[in-house]
Each structure stands twice: as structure tokens, then as C-alpha cells.
């Protein structure tokens, strides 16, 4: 009887470790280059915790400088992920993911643009190219006071530098385990129901 209920558990148990085997955290490298003379950043990267769906780090190196925007890209602007739709489906952080993995060709690609002046405050964005250099921001950071009068924009790609890309459906091997727990559970609860009553 112990052994029954014992063994009814592992379907479970199994289940519970696929949605754990679910769970990864991805890396990328983003890639810029520009339109002009400006100053291109020389690095960037982020890494998103699919399980949480959120931005663990997002930083970029501009002029000697790193930015961290893990902040800003948790909470992007809706209307500047507009240009994107329908590819755009999440909302929130997912929907920044989106924007800079599967999502990062519409909208005619992503942009970067940089913008200060001497002894003035900048902004670092991010924005779809049929937006506009002066469209609504997927995301923006303040720089504080950027000393270089040069502006600059161009475009931005990623390429995943580590971690399994999150799937967009179960993969095989959960759906595998899953269907073998369901027959089990199916298997143990037709055996119960066959057995005849002791008299």
C-alpha cells in the first residue's frame, strides 16, 4: 500500500524536475556599429533570467564609460516597442527580450543613438529604426554629464554568447516525461479501479 503511494509520487516528482530543467539563464553580446563619425560603444551585453523573466544585467561601454541599464530595460516603453508589433507579445522586460532576440530585424532593425554635449547631461537609447532617431525609446538612460560633444547612432544585433535560447514550445524530452507520467498515473488508477472487492 506504502509502495503504491510511494510510486504514485514519482510521476510527480518528475514533472515538477522537467519544469525545473525548463529554467535557464541566457547570455548575450550586442554588437554595435554607426551611421557616422560618433562614438560607437565599444561592448555591450545582458543576461535574462527566462524563469523570472527579467533582466539580471544589461550594461554598455560608451566612451570609456560603462552603463549599466539593467533598470531601464526592465521597464521599457510601451509605445517605443509599438514599431514591433505583432512580433512584440510579451510585455514588461519578456517584451525587451523579445525586441533584442527573436523581434530584433522588425520594425527595420534596432538602433542605438548617443547624444550629449560638452559639460551637458546625455541619454544612451534604444529604439526600432522606422521609429525615428527622435521616436519614443524602447529604453533610455541619463548618462549624467557626458564631456564629449560628438553624438552618434547606428545600429545593434545580438548574438547569444551562452545558455540554451528559451524554447517557444515544450521540448520533446518534457513532453516525453510528462506523457510517461500521465500514463502511470493512468495505469495505477486502472488497476485500482479493476480490483475486486475482498468478500
Known amino acids: 500500500m506504502q509502495f503504491r503511494h510511494a510510486m504514485g509520487a514519482i510521476p510527480i516528482l518528475l514533472t515538477i524536475g522537467a519544469i525545473s530543467a525548463m529554467a535557464s539563464t541566457v547570455s548575450y553580446t550586442l554588437d554595435f556599429t554607426a551611421y557616422s563619425s560618433g562614438l560607437t560603444p565599444s561592448s555591450g551585453s545582458f543576461v535574462y533570467n527566462t524563469t523570472t523573466d527579467e533582466f539580471t544585467s ?10 549599466n541599464m539593467t533598470t531601464e ?34 520594425g527595420g532593425g534596432l538602433e542605438w543613438n548617443a547624444l550629449g554635449n560638452s559639460g551637458v547631461e546625455g541619454l544612451f537609447e534604444f529604439f526600432y529604426k522606422n521609429a525615428g532617431g527622435f521616436g519614443v525609446p524602447i529604453f533610455s538612460l541619463d548618462t549624467g554629464d557626458y564631456v564629449d560633444p560628438t553624438a552618434a547612432v547606428g545600429l545593434v544585433s545580438s548574438t547569444l554568447s551562452s545558455g540554451p535560447p528559451p524554447p517557444t514550445v515544450p521540448e520533446p524530452s518534457t513532453m516525453g516525461v510528462s506523457a510517461l507520467g500521465c500514463a502511470f498515473l493512468f495505469f495505477l488508477r486502472s488497476r485500482r479501479s479493476t480490483r475486486k472487492p475482498i468478500a
Request: with cysteine; charged share 10%; hydrophobic share 50%.
Open 73 to 106: 530595460a526592465n521597464a521599457p516603453a510601451s509605445a517605443g516597442l509599438a514599431p514591433g508589433d505583432p512580433c512584440i507579445t510579451a510585455s514588461g522586460a519578456a517584451a525587451t527580450f523579445q525586441a533584442f532576440t527573436t523581434c530584433d530585424s522588425a
Open 58 to 67: 544589461f550594461v554598455v561601454d560608451w566612451d570609456g564609460a560603462v552603463y
